[in-house]
Nanobody, 120 residues
Framework: QVQVVESGGGLVQPGGSLRLSCAAS????????VDWYRQAPGKQRELVAGIADSGSTNYADAVKGRFAISRDNAKNTVYLQMNSLSPEDTAVYYC??????????????WGRGTQVTVSS
């Protein structure tokens, strides 16, 4: 069994910060590339940030300079540090994880999401 769980969401005032976590657990060897997505009410899910197995990162234009993605391979966890939050960042945040299950098999998993609400 493989589990992918996001955490760290909540209610924050404009200009505030949150750090989201995406943790993979279960029968896995390690995590590979991981992407964070978000989906606001009435909108399509969009890519926010990604981190490769190598550690290289990419960001959507809307979050560049404000969000930072990082990984802790020992914990099979990826983080999304979100600063200078605005109401436009309100959404459910999901992580999508590529996982190496064993030496010859990999698979892709979604978490269930964590709600981020930016409001005064």
């Amino acid at each position: 069994q493989v589990q992918v769980v996001e955490s760290g969401g909540g209610l924050v005032q404009p200009g505030g910060s949150l750090r989201l976590s995406c943790a993979a657990s279960g029968s896995i060897l390690r995590i590979l590339a991981v992407d964070w997505y978000r989906q606001a009410p009435g909108k399509q899910r969009e890519l926010v940030a990604g981190i490769a197995d190598s550690g290289s990162t990419n960001y959507a234009d809307a979050v560049k300079g404000r969000f930072a993605i990082s990984r802790d391979n020992a914990k099979n966890t990826v983080y999304l540090q979100m600063n200078s939050l605005s109401p436009e960042d309100t959404a459910v945040y999901y992580c999508n994880v590529n996982i190496l299950l064993d030496a010859s098999r990999g698979s892709n998993y979604w978490g269930r999401g964590t709600q981020v609400t930016v409001s005064s």
